[in-house]
Nanobody, 121 residues
Framework: QVQLVESGGGLVQPGGSLRLSCAAS????????MRWYRQGPGKQRELVAS???????HYEDSVKGRFTISRDNAKNTVFLQMNSLKPEDTAVYYC???????????????WGQGTQVTVSS
């Protein structure tokens, strides 16, 4: 069993910054490709940023230049640094991806509870 716990959300003014964390725990050999998603009010969940096992990153157009995804493999943790936040970034943020439980066994864990980010003055 692998669990994902997101944290670091909160209320921030437009132009502010937050750093989200996603900690994976349980039976883990190593985390591989990981992604941050978000679901705004009345919207579908969307992919925001991704990082491959080798560290290559990809961003959704609306967050390019403002968000940075990174990882700490030793701590099985993925981060999302969010700068220059806008009201339209308001959403619940989730992480997920591919996690190896052994050399040959890869899973996608259940979704965590997410962390709420609210950008408002």
């Amino acid at each position: 069993q692998v669990q994902l716990v997101e944290s670091g959300g909160g209320l921030v003014q437009p132009g502010g910054s937050l750093r989200l964390s996603c900690a994976a725990s349980g039976s883990i050999f190593r985390i591989y490709a990981m992604r941050w998603y978000r679901q705004g009010p009345g919207k579908q969940r969307e992919l925001v940023a991704s990082i491959t096992g080798g560290g290559s990153t990809h961003y959704e157009d609306s967050v390019k230049g403002r968000f940075t995804i990174s990882r700490d493999n030793a701590k099985n943790t993925v981060f999302l640094q969010m700068n220059s936040l806008k009201p339209e970034d308001t959403a619940v943020y989730y992480c997920n991806g591919e996690i190896y439980q052994s050399v040959t066994t890869m899973i996608r864990p259940p979704w965590g509870q997410g962390t709420q980010v609210t950008v408002s003055s």
